[in-house]
């Protein structure tokens, strides 16, 4: 038989090895649903959990700020793309939900299931699979983003990507970040609602970061469940999206974020990452989203 070191590593995230990404051993599972249904503006989303996969095996497994290979303690074990359903929005979330909650309350689970979309819509699904297979009433959502996706519908679906904080909030509270671009319908729905809490773009990107300190009261003791669309970064170092807006979250401030919320939260069992709509020959967003699900990851997993 041909010896093992002739070939390369599997075609996983991070280019892991086969014991690595063994999913009785890893801790984190990764699943890749590359949805696209209702994007309005710019398309390309459906591309980006190859593109991200694609560009992990470029990321280098020792991690600065934890001094080691963090990956290799935990290990991450990424699962087949999720297959569409593509007869309407709404099915393809029932499919999401059964999905993630099946895998949530699979006796062999996983302590943390990344999702690399695909459009934000998939988040509705997302964020109901993990209100079924947690305990009610332990799950809160932390939302980075440039839009506060609070509408009720859009274009004529509740299942919009412009919707997917409002599906959220329906499930769990939400505490959303870096929001910078809003629409009347929205802002007259926010108002006065203890179930939201919503951080401006001018207040996410000040200095001193003094919200931190209520974000981490937030999401102490608590489940959390993570959503970062991508557009919520400042568009000069992400802006490889469908819809993107001026301003932004730093690289170094997305982390802090990150690191707030892994830190102190009970779990994150579930997180994603949104709205990558990859551009060809540009491979700096693709790679900043592979080493920011590396950084979630390592939160969880290896921070504590």
């Given at each position: 038989m041909t010896e093992r070191v002739h070939f390369q590593n599997p075609w996983n995230f991070l280019g892991l090895t086969e014991e690595i990404a063994d999913p009785e051993r890893a801790r984190g599972w990764l699943l890749p649903i590359p949805y696209e249904s209702t994007t309005s503006y710019g398309a390309g989303t459906r591309d980006a959990p190859t593109a991200i996969l694609e560009a992990s095996r470029q990321v280098e497994l020792y991690d600065l700020e934890f001094g080691r290979e963090p990956v290799m303690d935990y290990g991450i074990h990424t699962l087949p793309p999720m297959e569409l359903v593509l007869r309407s929005p709404d099915t393809m979330m029932q499919s999401i939900e059964d999905v993630v909650a099946s895998i949530l309350l699979n006796a062999q689970h996983p302590e943390v299931l990344g999702i690399l979309g695909g459009e934000h819509s998939i988040s509705a699904g997302v964020a109901r699979g993990a209100a079924r297979a947690l305990k009610s009433g332990q799950l809160v959502a932390v939302h980075v983003d440039a839009h506060a996706d609070?509408?009720?519908?859009?274009?004529?679906?509740?299942?919009?990507?412009?919707?997917?904080?409002?599906?959220?909030?329906?499930?769990?509270?939400?505490?959303?970040?870096?929001?910078?671009?809003?629409?009347?319908?929205?802002?007259?729905?926010?108002?006065?609602?203890?179930?939201?809490?919503?951080?401006?773009?001018?207040e996410a990107n000040d200095p001193g970061g003094l919200y931190l300190k209520d974000l981490a009261e937030f999401v102490r003791d608590r489940n959390v469940y993570l959503t970062i669309d991508v557009d919520g970064l400042d568009p000069s170092i992400m802006p490889a999206v469908g819809t993107?807006?001026?301003?932004?979250?730093?690289?170094?401030?997305?982390?802090?974020?990150?690191?707030?919320?892994?830190?102190?939260?009970?779990?994150?069992?579930?997180?994603?990452?949104?709205?990558?709509?990859?551009?060809?020959?540009?491979?700096?967003?693709?790679?900043?989203?592979?080493?920011?699900?590396?950084?979630?990851?390592?939160?969880?997993?290896?921070?504590?």
């Open positions: 609070m509408r009720a519908e859009y274009e004529g679906s509740p299942y919009s990507h412009a919707c997917a904080a409002r599906r959220i909030v329906e499930v769990c509270p939400i505490y959303q970040i870096g929001i910078r671009n809003i629409s009347s319908e929205e802002v007259s729905f926010l108002k006065g609602r203890q179930d939201v809490r919503t951080v401006f773009s001018a993107p807006e001026p301003g932004g979250i730093s690289w170094e401030r997305m982390l802090e974020i990150a690191r707030t919320v892994c830190v102190n939260a009970a779990a994150v069992p579930v997180f994603d990452v949104v709205e990558l709509a990859p551009v060809p020959g540009l491979r700096a967003p693709d790679f900043l989203v592979a080493k920011l699900v590396y950084k979630v990851f390592s939160y969880i997993l290896a921070g504590k």
